[in-house]
């Protein structure tokens, strides 16, 4: 697939007409409050990819006019002029329903076969239990982007433990050698992105199950933190979604497009820094676009388009670097100070006060000076002066 440069959204009615450029960026990253369109948007954009339904409503319209003007090319024979026109009045008004177009430069683009496409919504499951019987072979990867591949995935890993083992018995050492290769490969990946570098995963040859080995102790599929669960879902489904030679031969070159709501879903901040870095370094020829409510997961990777559907404005990431996290959620999420909820209130009461006549001789204005003045940071106190000497020049 080719790389997206620019998304157009049309007629959604959380909102309205939209188009973002990429600017140069590989990735897109969608913020902005509740309610503001970031989960309409990516469901928009599956449904596009999926279906590729705006894409060919525009090439039917543009054979039609062609149609229309010239007569009756090959193709349209049989058809009548005002039977041409009919058609067009009816692609015209199928146009004018929520739909999404996704581009690379002037071309249209629609889903290629032979790229990964995935979608992993804010709500998404991920829950593999333990059978205690023979891994079932896998099944052909899941096309169809609007429902779960994943679900098979713990069978399907099973299964090449299963077959590593097998093959080795069978004398078979290169099949073997190339399925422990990647098994130990894919060990080291979640040892990596989980931050556990002791971790083993064993095949249990007695319940035919994976065990889970930490200095500290062992544990099944089900017992994963739900940090680790939620960043193997995402693995998971990108698994299922590719021919099995083809990811056992090399991840980096698989291309495609990824659309993930809120990645940092169950994620403690340290897996919040690493989520993206993790994808995007693992996954290098795809392009991920993700919706967050996270200034860690907005600054994580540099090669991004940060796009506020609140504001309608777009910036690289890349502008982020070396920026607190607090200044994002002030500069960029619109939080009002980078201080806790009641402290952000006191100065701005505080405020209210020094600015209202005969405000300064309030009881409250003075419990809210010796209030502020016992918290332990200085940054509150220069924020105090700073409030106060602004009420003094207003």
Do not use: C
Request: glycine share 6%.
């Amino acid at each position: 697939m080719a790389t997206i440069t620019s998304i157009s959204l049309f007629n959604h009615p959380k909102i309205g007409d939209l188009a973002i450029d990429f600017g140069g960026a590989k990735h897109l990253i969608l913020t902005g409050p509740n309610g503001s369109g970031k989960s309409t948007a990516l469901l928009a954009l599956a449904v596009e990819l999926e279906t590729s339904r705006y894409a060919t409503l525009r090439s039917r319209l543009r054979l039609l006019d062609q149609a229309i003007a010239l007569g009756a090319p090959p193709g349209f024979e049989q058809r009548s002029k005002d039977g041409l026109k009919e058609e067009r009045q009816d692609t015209l008004h199928a146009l004018d329903s929520p739909g999404a177009v996704l581009m690379s430069g002037d071309e249209v683009l629609g889903r290629s076969a032979s790229s990964i496409a995935a979608f992993l919504p804010s709500r998404r499951s991920f829950a593999p239990s333990r059978t205690n019987r023979p891994p079932q072979p896998p099944t052909s990867s899941v096309s169809r982007l609007l429902h779960a591949a994943n679900e098979g995935f713990y069978e399907w890993l099973k299964h090449q433990y299963l077959q590593a083992l097998l093959a080795r018995a069978d004398g078979k050492d290169a099949e073997s050698e190339a399925l422990r290769s990647w098994l130990d490969w894919f060990t080291t990946l979640l040892r990596d992105v989980w931050q556990l570098p002791d971790l083993r995963i064993e095949f249990d040859r007695g319940t035919y199950e994976l065990r889970f080995i930490e200095p500290s102790g062992s544990y099944w599929i089900e017992d994963l933190a739900d940090g680790h669960a939620s960043i193997l879902a995402i693995v998971s489904e990108l698994v299922m979604r590719l021919d099995p030679e083809d990811w056992r031969a090399s991840p980096g070159i698989i291309s495609g497009v990824v659309l993930i709501d809120e990645p940092e879903t169950h994620l403690h901040p340290e897996l919040e820094e690493r989520i993206l870095p993790f994808l995007t370094g693992t996954f290098p020829g795809v392009q991920f676009i993700v919706a967050t409510h996270s200034p860690i997961v907005v600054a994580s990777i540099p090669d991004a388009m940060v796009f506020d559907l609140r504001r309608r404005e777009g910036t690289l990431s890349a502008a982020f670097a070396g920026k607190k996290y607090g200044e994002l959620m002030m500069s960029h999420f619109g939080i009002e100070t980078d201080f806790d909820l009641n402290t952000t209130r006191k100065l701005h009461e505080l405020k209210e006060l020094a600015l209202r006549p005969g405000g300064r001789s309030d009881p409250r204005y003075e419990a809210l000076l010796k209030e502020l003045e016992t918290v332990e940071n200085p940054v509150v106190m220069s924020e105090l002066l700073r409030s106060l000497s602004a009420a003094d020049e207003a």
